[in-house]
């Protein structure tokens, strides 16, 4: 299982970016999906997940601002960040349940300046 994530930048304060995750391979029982992220000196933390049929549940940091979505057909998962803050600076990694083991992509870095 791969999952290569795309999208991250550098915004400015106020600003959006939008997040995708493909995931390839043996994936035919592809289930909860999720974003997380790792800002320096910091654990990594949960973001937002959503389940096969479209369950959500976000952070309290992310309630509100983030949006996280999936396409099925496309084995994709999406995350729209909006009204950007500079604390949300981190590297954004998604992640998803392949049966019962959870699977990391490589993160993309998301840069909020003031």
């Known amino acids: 299982v791969q999952l290569q994530a795309s999208g991250g930048g550098l915004v400015q304060a106020g600003g959006s970016l939008r997040l995708s995750c493909a995931a390839s391979?043996?994936?035919?029982?592809?289930?909860?999906m999720g974003w997380h992220r790792q800002a320096p000196g910091k654990q990594r933390e949960l973001v937002a997940s959503?389940?096969?049929?479209?369950?959500?549940m976000y952070a309290n940091s992310a309630k509100e601002r983030f949006t996280i979505s999936r396409d099925n057909a496309k084995n994709t998962v999406y995350l729209q960040l909006d009204s950007l803050k500079p604390e949300d600076t981190a590297v954004y990694y998604c992640?998803?349940?392949?049966?019962?083991?959870?699977?990391w992509g490589q993160g993309t870095q998301v840069t909020v300046s003031s």
């Open positions: 391979g043996t994936i035919d029982s592809l289930g909860g």
């Open positions: 959503i389940s096969r049929d479209g369950t959500t």
């Open positions: 992640g998803a349940f392949v049966l019962s083991t959870y699977y």
